[in-house]
C-alpha cells in the first residue's frame, strides 16, 4: 500500500512539474518581445566568441608569442587530426600557416605529411584565416592608437 500511495504521490508531482513547465513555455512565448530578445542574446554570444576568438591570437609584432602561438596551434591540429576531428584540426593548422615565417615551406611540409582532403580544406581555410588574423591586428593596432 505504502509503495503504490508514494507511487502516484510522485506520479502526481511529475505531472505537476510538467504542467508547470508547459504553462512557463507558453507565457514566455506568447510574450511579444520573446524573438527580439532571443534574437539580441544570440547576437551578443555570437560576438562574444568571436572577440574570443581574436582575443587568443598573438600579437604580430611580438616574435616570441608569435612562436609559442605556432607551436601550440600546430599540437593542437595534430592531437585533434590524431583523435578523427579534422574540422578542428585543420583550424588550429590553418591558424599555424598564417602566422608562419614562411607560409609556402610550412605548406610543402603539410603537403607530404598529411592526407590530400585535409591539405585541400587548409588550402580552401586559408585566406578565410588569414583575413581573420589581418583584421585583428587592425582591429588591435587601430585601439592603441
Known amino acids: 500500500m505504502i509503495g503504490r500511495s508514494s507511487a502516484i504521490a510522485a506520479g502526481v508531482c511529475g505531472a ?10 507558453c507565457k514566455r ?5 520573446f524573438k527580439t530578445r532571443l534574437r539580441e542574446q544570440r547576437k551578443q554570444q555570437k560576438l562574444a566568441k568571436e572577440r574570443a576568438d581574436l582575443s587568443r591570437l598573438p600579437d604580430l609584432k611580438d616574435v616570441e608569442a608569435v612562436q609559442k602561438f605556432f607551436l601550440e596551434e600546430i599540437q593542437l591540429g595534430e592531437e585533434l587530426l590524431g583523435q ?11 591558424n ?14 603539410l603537403q607530404q605529411t598529411l592526407p590530400s ?14 583575413q581573420r588574423i589581418a583584421s585583428a591586428q587592425n582591429l588591435t593596432q587601430g585601439g592603441v592608437e
Open 96 to 109: 599555424a600557416v598564417a602566422v608562419c615565417g614562411q607560409p609556402q615551406q610550412m605548406l610543402l611540409v
Open 117 to 130: 582532403s585535409v591539405f585541400q580544406m587548409i588550402l580552401s581555410k586559408l585566406p578565410v584565416i588569414s
Open 16 to 25: 505537476l512539474f510538467i504542467g508547470y513547465c508547459v504553462y512557463f513555455v
Open 84 to 94: 578523427g576531428n579534422c574540422e578542428k584540426g585543420v583550424e588550429h593548422l590553418t
Open 29 to 33: 512565448r506568447s510574450d511579444p518581445n
